[in-house]
């Protein structure tokens, strides 16, 4: 199909287009050596040209001239019966399949949204759409972990609801979204969760699932929590540690959430920025007259986000529960994750689209609608090095996972907080631009390699929320969800040409190399020659269970480790210097409610020594009847002096 | 050993005592060593050098060629500290003999009203038991256990008028000393701009109340549970938020005891990134370890009870002092706060009730010669920077304390760097039974101690007068923490861009706070939207620059030809119907 607008190769380089810095990447991750020899001239000795027409795609493609990927109906005599349904068949031949752990050359049989058979010479029906990669990447369809769509705020309606949305992910060559359910404080999570299913479920256009936001924290919270990651397919919810006096929980709320989500198998996901202070630095630089958008950022440095950041990893390791920090917005906040990961911490990153893709420095632009559509929380740092260095720290590992965050609101509405920064509602696109921004900041310059991008685009997202392998790989019995990836294609991301229904694209003007040039989901063909065909409503709702191997494999040998034991003594028998009733750390409300458990402990204490009350003493004392034991020798201490409290 | 004469006259007894002379010690102050001769005269440092030409019949310390250091400052103590009706054993007398013993001639200690009593009040009951009983010259810290207006007020009064210049918060102690975040901001910005030093105890104080509950359900009572609740990650965590806190706000932050390797590391990391944050070892944690939490004999176990716990890395003390010696730690003090077995046996049953604290002062100074300059990590002029110069200079009272200088306060010490003792409650000057040192060999000793230009100790007598101690009052903005704090001030001014008015359309929205729920009714801002357009009444929407009359760019001074909010780059100015 790509010989429309296409010119041979050598033609195009005839002109005085000048080569493109990046130029010198090309075919680092072109189709296997010599794939294409037998079929076409080798042109790789032309330097290859850029040339662009109103933002159109353009092959640059040097090395194989022959029409790139090819897809026509099979014309055995088996095709008359499989009219109707054909569909559903798909064989994509010639393809070089890529896992996050190897990429091989075989043909992908699919029936059913299912991958069949992999390998070479298959036997399949005929009547199947073939498609002929000629040596392209196919690989695991995107995963996007963190969308916002159709999100409600303060009675208005992110303008991508999930029809749109999913479209938006499925033209950026991402098969599956996971969006998150905000109950309002005070609501029930389960109802918030059927509504959002509702919405998902007549519009979405690909498979998705959903993580759910804690809000609030009750005892009701915690039944509802069991309740969804038993009947209802959510193993992953979501804290906040900003948003105070609205969502914001305290460390005790989190400490007691993070060891219920770690007893129900779930992943603890955390909006890593300290409420607190957030709340303070917005009040100050209101009172210093800043009300613009310029105001976001400075009230929430990026230390602010990587303190929240550290004291999640420390609640999490306190309570041995798996942590996953949504989105990584600064170099601070990832280097201490990194750091936490270098210490054993089972704790996750997920940068984002619009970190991995651009900088806060736009907070300052004259222009306050463009400005505006930059506000996300944590916002984008103003450090320009910042994209660099978590794509950096993306390749190398140290952060997994990569989200859209996509929230995305008109002007109009963001013009709501044109008079006060704090009311801007929050959230960026860049579900669309997910895949190949990381393609081109990472693969193109040779950060990380295709499989690796395979790995942070879907495969470690498939694992850490139990979905692998039947999302995020190309194997036998895993989903039909690929992608025919294309590394050299230049797109110019515009608000004018992207699926996204907002004004503004915050990567307004940016080139980027590599796209996806057929999208398959749930086995049928979405995108292809650039045109998107996508079924509102067909998307499925996918479960997740609990206990991820990934995450949980090393939780549970840990805490086979880590019971805590007391040490045998005998019981303390010397002088206990009398004390006022006050209690040294705690006002009596929150006595009352430990003293319970205390109460417990001190009655185990002496049903532990009874067992050993036949043991003989040290020497014969007038409380001879108490049980001590022989190590017991409190009351001759070093000093030789038994009780000087008359000295204080 | 140090030996004295009286030279020429005998006459004049009652002068003798003021006026001292130290031959032959070379001086060590924390820049430089030198040979010189001292002479002081009520209390001061009169004249440094040699061949002094002093008056006749004066008492004279012949040095021998030993080090003469400045008196130690212990800028941490507990003394006579109330506890729950009890007091602490080592009150400001016996405390303060047992400072002297070590070489320590100033201690600071903290003062710690109870939540909701008035700040000045306690300041005034410290004052009072300390001048009736200190034996060398003291200075006050405030702790703030509660935060108001009227608190401000009293912690205003406090740095202006009672020489208070240090306060100290607890990130710790929850629904008792324990503040939010938001009051630590509060009071950290106060202080940043009173020129105050912020103290931090730092621990989390909602995730230890957690963990206790935790680990007295799992029937763990003993003093193992106290560091079982309490694992050094906490603390390392609330050290990181603090700082995150005062670099927000601008203020010099000082942690006090700094107890494992994570919470150092990060107040190094941070003094790496610029922070203006100072830490403070203690003695505990520069000697000994938290592996005794776990001893069979509950009141030893008991004894080493303090919070920050000790930690039960056992590589920690030799950590800490490295730290210190490079410069990432800059004070030592000692938290001496010591309760009788009796008085810790409160918590028999349950290791939260156990009273906290460790002891301390008399160690210090030997402690820290043993562990840093015999071992090589450091030399004479740091530890004199670590024991008292850099604590003068935090509380402002450099030159006067922690130099060996004219006019400086004649407290200085003749330092034995060949003296080995052990340490033992047997021969301790405190009054506790338990020492978490016990058994310790330390070389390094003070020979002489000279406190107010009296010698206290000599000869291994001491000579202290309760009494005699002198409250020295910290003065503001001390130089040494608040002259880079200034110099961010003046660049931390912020600015907003200007930018003319967004005239687009707006969406209707329910006027809540983020997130509130929806089902209030979807009121919109009727008033802004009418009132904004008055302004811009002769002015189309439409985007189209061409319409923009004269009248308009008088009323509106600051357009930026930027603005192109109408027209959005996708064409599409509202598309709110899609959603």
């Given at each position: 199909?790509?010989?429309?607008?296409?010119?041979p190769?050598?033609?195009?380089?005839m002109?005085?287009?000048?080569?493109?810095?990046?130029?010198?990447?090309?075919?680092?991750?072109c189709?296997?050596?010599?794939?294409g020899?037998?079929?076409?001239?080798?042109?790789?000795?032309l330097?290859?040209?850029?040339?662009?027409s109103?933002?159109?795609?353009?092959?640059?493609?040097?090395?194989?001239?022959?029409?790139?990927?090819?897809?026509?109906?099979?014309?055995?005599k088996?095709?008359?019966?499989?009219?109707?349904?054909r569909s559903?068949?798909?064989?994509?031949?010639?393809?070089?399949?890529?896992?996050?752990?190897?990429?091989?050359?075989?043909?992908?049989?699919?029936e059913?949204?299912q991958i069949k058979?992999i390998?070479?010479?298959?036997?399949?029906?005929?009547?199947?759409?073939i498609?002929?990669?000629?040596?392209?990447?196919?690989?695991?369809?995107?995963?996007?972990?963190?969308?916002r769509?159709?999100?409600?705020?303060?009675?208005m309606?992110?303008?991508?609801?999930?029809?749109?949305?999913?479209?938006?992910?499925?033209?950026g060559?991402?098969t599956?979204?996971i969006?998150?359910?905000?109950?309002?404080?005070?609501?029930?999570?389960?109802s918030?969760?059927?509504?959002?299913?509702?919405?998902?479920?007549?519009k979405s256009?690909?498979?998705?699932?959903?993580?759910?936001?804690?809000?609030?924290?009750?005892?009701?919270?915690?039944?509802?929590m069991?309740?969804?990651v038993?009947?209802?397919?959510?193993?992953s919810?979501?804290?906040?540690?900003a948003?105070?006096?609205?969502?914001?929980?305290?460390?005790s709320?989190?400490?007691?959430?993070?060891?219920?989500i770690?007893?129900l198998?779930?992943i603890?996901?955390?909006?890593?920025?300290?409420?607190?202070?957030?709340?303070?630095?917005?009040?100050?630089?209101?009172?210093q007259?800043i009300?613009?958008?310029?105001?976001h950022v400075?009230?929430?440095?990026?230390?602010v986000?990587?303190?929240?950041?550290n004291?999640s990893?420390?609640?999490?390791?306190?309570?041995?529960?798996?942590?996953?920090?949504?989105k990584?917005?600064s170099?601070?906040?990832?280097d201490?994750?990194?750091?936490?990961?270098?210490?054993?911490?089972?704790?996750?990153?997920?940068p984002?689209t619009?970190?991995?893709?651009t900088?806060?420095?736009?907070?300052?632009s004259?222009?306050?609608?463009?400005?505006?559509?930059?506000?996300?929380?944590?916002?984008l740092?103003?450090?320009?090095?910042t994209?660099?260095?978590?794509?950096?720290?993306?390749?190398?590992?140290?952060?997994q996972?990569?989200?859209?965050?996509?929230?995305?609101f008109?002007?109009?509405?963001?013009?709501?907080g044109?008079d006060?920064?704090?009311?801007?509602p929050?959230?960026?696109?860049?579900?669309?631009e997910?895949?190949?921004l990381?393609?081109?900041?990472?693969v193109?310059?040779?950060k990380?390699?295709?499989?690796?991008?395979?790995?942070?685009t879907?495969t470690?997202?498939?694992?850490i929320?139990?979905?692998?392998?039947r999302?995020g790989?190309?194997?036998v019995?895993s989903?039909?969800?690929?992608?025919?990836?294309?590394?050299?294609?230049?797109k110019?991301?515009?608000?004018?040409?992207?699926?996204s229904?907002?004004?503004?694209?915050?990567?307004?003007?940016?080139?980027?190399r590599?796209a996806p040039?057929?999208?398959?989901s749930?086995?049928k063909?979405?995108?292809?020659?650039?045109?998107?065909?996508t079924?509102?409503?067909?998307?499925?709702?996918?479960?997740?269970?609990?206990?991820?191997?990934?995450v949980?494999?090393?939780?549970?040998?840990?805490?086979?480790?880590?019971?805590?034991?007391g040490?045998p003594?005998?019981?303390?028998?010397?002088?206990?210097?009398?004390?006022?009733?006050?209690p040294?750390?705690m006002?009596?409300?929150?006595?009352?409610?430990?003293?319970?458990?205390?109460?417990?402990?001190a009655?185990?204490q002496?049903v532990r020594?009874l067992?050993?009350?036949?043991?003989?003493?040290?020497?014969?004392?007038?409380?001879?009847?108490?049980p001590?034991?022989?190590?017991?020798?409190?009351?001759?201490p070093?000093?030789?002096?038994a009780?000087?409290?008359?000295l204080g | 050993m140090?030996?004295?004469?009286?030279q020429g006259?005998?006459n004049?007894?009652?002068?003798?005592?003021?006026?001292?002379?130290?031959?032959?010690?070379?001086?060590?102050?924390?820049?430089?060593?030198?040979?010189?001769?001292?002479?002081?005269?009520?209390?001061?440092i009169?004249?440094i050098?040699?061949?002094?030409?002093?008056?006749?019949?004066?008492?004279?310390?012949?040095?021998?060629g030993?080090?003469?250091?400045?008196?130690?400052?212990?800028?941490?103590?507990?003394?006579?500290?109330?506890?729950?009706?009890?007091?602490?054993v080592?009150?400001?007398?016996q405390?303060?003999?047992?400072?002297l013993a070590?070489g320590?001639?100033m201690?600071?200690?903290?003062?710690i009203?109870?939540?909701?009593?008035?700040?000045?009040?306690?300041?005034?009951?410290?004052?009072?038991?300390?001048?009736?009983?200190?034996?060398?010259?003291?200075?006050?810290?405030?702790?703030?256990?509660h935060?108001?207006?009227?608190?401000?007020?009293?912690?205003d009064?406090?740095?202006k008028?009672?020489?208070?210049?240090?306060?100290?918060?607890?990130?710790?102690?929850?629904?008792?000393?324990?503040?939010?975040?938001?009051e630590?901001?509060?009071i950290?910005?106060?202080?940043?701009?009173m020129?105050?030093?912020v103290?931090v105890?730092?621990?989390?104080?909602?995730?230890?109340?957690e963990e206790q509950a935790?680990?007295?359900?799992?029937?763990?009572t003993?003093?193992e549970?106290?560091?079982?609740?309490?694992?050094?990650e906490?603390?390392?965590?609330?050290?990181?938020?603090?700082?995150?806190?005062?670099?927000?706000?601008n203020c010099?932050?000082y942690?006090?005891?700094?107890?494992?390797?994570?919470?150092?590391?990060?107040?190094?990391?941070?003094?790496?990134?610029?922070?203006?944050?100072f830490?403070e070892?203690?003695?505990?944690?520069?000697?000994?370890?938290?592996?005794?939490?776990?001893s069979?004999n509950w009141?030893?176990?008991a004894?080493?009870?303090?919070?920050p716990?000790?930690?039960?890395?056992p590589?920690?003390?030799?950590?800490?002092?490295t730290?210190?010696?490079?410069?990432?730690?800059n004070?030592t003090?000692?938290?001496?706060?010591?309760?009788?077995?009796?008085?810790?046996?409160?918590?028999k049953?349950?290791?939260?009730q156990?009273?906290?604290?460790?002891?301390?002062?008399e160690?210090?100074?030997?402690?820290?010669?043993?562990?840093?300059?015999?071992?090589?990590?450091?030399d004479?002029?740091?530890?004199?920077?670590?024991?008292?110069?850099?604590?003068?200079?935090?509380?402002?009272?450099?030159?006067?304390?922690g130099?060996?200088?004219?006019?400086?306060?004649?407290?200085?010490?003749?330092?034995?760097s060949d003296?080995?003792?052990?340490?033992?409650?047997?021969?301790h000057?405190?009054?506790?039974?338990?020492?978490?040192f016990?058994?310790?060999?330390l070389?390094?000793?003070?020979?002489?101690?000279?406190c107010?230009?009296?010698l206290v100790?000599?000869?291994?007598?001491?000579?202290?007068?309760?009494?005699?101690?002198?409250f020295?009052?910290?003065?503001?903005?001390?130089?040494?923490?608040?002259?880079?704090?200034?110099?961010?001030k003046?660049?931390?001014v912020?600015?907003a861009?200007?930018?003319?008015?967004?005239?687009g359309?707006?969406?209707d929205f329910s006027?809540?706070?983020?997130?509130?729920?929806?089902?209030?009714?979807?009121?919109t801002?009727p008033?802004?939207?009418?009132?904004?357009?008055?302004h811009?009444?002769?002015f189309?929407?439409a985007g189209?620059?061409?319409?923009?009359?004269?009248?308009?760019?008088?009323?509106?001074p600051?357009?930026p030809?930027?603005?192109r909010?109408?027209?959005?780059?996708?064409?599409?100015?509202?598309?709110?119907?899609?959603?």
């Amino acid at each position: 199909f790509a010989i429309r607008k296409q010119l041979p190769a050598f033609f195009k380089n005839m002109g005085s287009g000048s080569p493109m810095p990046r130029q010198k990447f090309c075919g680092m991750f072109c189709p296997v050596e010599g794939s294409g020899d037998s079929k076409t001239l080798d042109f790789q000795s032309l330097p290859g040209g850029s040339r662009r027409s109103d933002g159109q795609v353009i092959d640059r493609q040097t090395d194989i001239s022959q029409p790139r990927v090819e897809i026509r109906e099979s014309r055995g005599k088996a095709a008359l019966q499989n009219l109707d349904d054909r569909s559903d068949r798909l064989l994509i031949k010639g393809a070089k399949i890529v896992n996050d752990d190897q990429s091989f050359c075989a043909d992908i049989y699919m029936e059913d949204g299912q991958i069949k058979q992999i390998g070479e010479n298959l036997i399949v029906p005929g009547g199947v759409k073939i498609i002929d990669a000629h040596g392209r990447m196919v690989m695991p369809g995107g995963i996007d972990v963190h969308t916002r769509f159709q999100m409600p705020d303060r009675g208005m309606t992110s303008v991508d609801d999930f029809y749109q949305g999913t479209r938006a992910a499925l033209a950026g060559g991402t098969t599956m979204i996971i969006d998150h359910v905000v109950p309002e404080p005070g609501a029930s999570l389960l109802s918030a969760f059927e509504q959002w299913r509702e919405w998902a479920d007549s519009k979405s256009c690909c498979d998705y699932s959903l993580h759910v936001d804690i809000t609030e924290w009750h005892k009701g919270v915690q039944e509802e929590m069991e309740a969804l990651v038993k009947d209802h397919g959510v193993n992953s919810f979501l804290v906040y540690l900003a948003y105070k006096d609205v969502f914001q929980l305290t460390d005790s709320q989190v400490y007691e959430v993070f060891s219920v989500i770690r007893d129900l198998g779930a992943i603890a996901q955390v909006h890593a920025e300290n409420g607190d202070i957030v709340a303070e630095e917005q009040r100050r630089i209101l009172e210093q007259g800043i009300t613009g958008p310029e105001g976001h950022v400075l009230s929430r440095p990026e230390e602010v986000e990587a303190e929240a950041v550290n004291r999640s990893v420390t609640v999490a390791n306190q309570t041995n529960c798996p942590l996953y920090i949504t989105k990584v917005m600064s170099k601070s906040a990832a280097d201490v994750i990194a750091q936490a990961r270098k210490k054993g911490t089972v704790v996750y990153g997920e940068p984002i689209t619009a970190s991995l893709g651009t900088d806060g420095s736009h907070y300052w632009s004259k222009n306050w609608a463009k400005a505006a559509a930059f506000i996300t929380s944590p916002p984008l740092s103003p450090d320009p090095t910042t994209p660099d260095y978590l794509s950096s720290l993306l390749s190398c590992g140290d952060l997994q996972v990569t989200g859209s965050a996509h929230c995305t609101f008109s002007t109009a509405q963001r013009a709501v907080g044109k008079d006060d920064f704090t009311l801007i509602p929050e959230g960026t696109n860049g579900t669309e631009e997910r895949m190949s921004l990381i393609w081109d900041k990472c693969v193109v310059t040779g950060k990380m390699d295709e499989n690796q991008f395979v790995a942070v685009t879907s495969t470690n997202a498939a694992k850490i929320f139990n979905l692998y392998p039947r999302k995020g790989r190309i194997a036998v019995g895993s989903d039909a969800d690929l992608v025919l990836w294309d590394p050299d294609v230049i797109k110019i991301i515009s608000a004018k040409s992207h699926n996204s229904n907002v004004e503004y694209n915050i990567f307004e003007g940016v080139e980027v190399r590599g796209a996806p040039l057929v999208v398959i989901s749930q086995g049928k063909m979405v995108l292809e020659e650039g045109n998107l065909h996508t079924t509102e409503g067909c998307g499925r709702f996918v479960g997740r269970k609990p206990f991820s191997d990934y995450v949980y494999k090393r939780i549970r040998a840990r805490s086979r480790l880590a019971e805590l034991r007391g040490v045998p003594r005998g019981l303390y028998d010397g002088p206990v210097c009398e004390v006022s009733l006050t209690p040294k750390t705690m006002t009596p409300a929150s006595s009352a409610k430990t003293s319970p458990a205390k109460q417990a402990a001190a009655g185990a204490q002496p049903v532990r020594n009874l067992h050993q009350s036949g043991f003989s003493l040290s020497g014969a004392q007038v409380d001879d009847n108490l049980p001590r034991r022989n190590t017991q020798r409190i009351v001759a201490p070093p000093g030789g002096r038994a009780n000087i409290t008359n000295l204080g | 050993m140090s030996g004295h004469s009286y030279q020429g006259k005998k006459n004049i007894p009652k002068i003798t005592s003021d006026r001292l002379l130290v031959k032959g010690g070379r001086i060590v102050n924390d820049d430089q060593s030198f040979y010189a001769d001292i002479y002081m005269e009520d209390g001061v440092i009169k004249q440094i050098g040699d061949n002094l030409i002093v008056p006749g019949g004066i008492k004279t310390v012949e040095a021998n060629g030993k080090m003469v250091i400045p008196g130690g400052i212990d800028i941490h103590t507990h003394f006579q500290m109330p506890y729950r009706g009890t007091t602490t054993v080592d009150d400001f007398s016996q405390g303060s003999k047992a400072a002297l013993a070590g070489g320590t001639t100033m201690i600071v200690d903290h003062v710690i009203p109870e939540p909701g009593n008035s700040l000045i009040e306690a300041f005034e009951q410290w004052r009072s038991w300390a001048d009736e009983k200190t034996c060398c010259d003291y200075s006050l810290h405030v702790d703030i256990t509660h935060w108001n207006d009227s608190v401000k007020q009293e912690v205003d009064t406090l740095l202006k008028e009672k020489g208070v210049n240090s306060f100290q918060v607890y990130m710790a102690y929850k629904d008792f000393y324990q503040m939010s975040n938001s009051e630590l901001y509060e009071i950290f910005t106060f202080l940043g701009e009173m020129g105050g030093i912020v103290q931090v105890h730092a621990e989390n104080g909602e995730i230890i109340a957690e963990e206790q509950a935790r680990m007295l359900e799992m029937g763990i009572t003993g003093p193992e549970g106290h560091v079982l609740s309490r694992p050094e990650e906490l603390e390392a965590e609330a050290v990181f938020r603090a700082i995150t806190i005062a670099s927000q706000t601008n203020c010099p932050l000082y942690v006090t005891r700094v107890m494992s390797k994570s919470a150092a590391d990060i107040i190094s990391q941070a003094r790496k990134k610029g922070n203006v944050v100072f830490g403070e070892p203690i003695t505990a944690s520069l000697g000994t370890d938290g592996t005794h939490y776990w001893s069979k004999n509950w009141a030893k176990a008991a004894s080493f009870v303090t919070s920050p716990p000790l930690s039960p890395d056992p590589t920690t003390p030799d950590y800490l002092n490295t730290l210190l010696a490079s410069g990432d730690l800059n004070v030592t003090g000692s938290a001496h706060c010591t309760f009788s077995v009796a008085q810790k046996a409160i918590g028999k049953d349950d290791f939260t009730q156990i009273p906290e604290g460790v002891n301390g002062v008399e160690e210090r100074m030997s402690l820290i010669w043993d562990k840093a300059v015999t071992t090589g990590k450091m030399d004479e002029n740091m530890f004199v920077a670590v024991t008292s110069t850099n604590a003068a200079k935090i509380l402002n009272l450099y030159p006067r304390k922690g130099r060996v200088s004219v006019g400086s306060d004649a407290d200085l010490v003749i330092w034995d760097s060949d003296a080995v003792r052990t340490i033992t409650a047997k021969t301790h000057n405190s009054a506790a039974e338990f020492n978490v040192f016990e058994g310790m060999e330390l070389r390094g000793a003070p020979s002489v101690v000279i406190c107010q230009g009296k010698l206290v100790l000599e000869d291994g007598n001491l000579h202290a007068i309760p009494g005699v101690g002198r409250f020295i009052p910290c003065t503001p903005f001390p130089d040494f923490a608040y002259k880079r704090i200034k110099a961010r001030k003046q660049l931390a001014v912020l600015r907003a861009v200007p930018r003319g008015m967004y005239d687009g359309p707006v969406s209707d929205f329910s006027p809540m706070s983020r997130g509130g729920t929806p089902s209030a009714s979807a009121r919109t801002s009727p008033t802004k939207q009418p009132v904004r357009n008055l302004h811009h009444s002769a002015f189309s929407l439409a985007g189209n620059p061409a319409q923009r009359g004269p009248p308009t760019t008088e009323d509106l001074p600051i357009r930026p030809a930027g603005r192109r909010i109408v027209v959005p780059p996708g064409g599409r100015s509202n598309i709110t119907s899609l959603s």
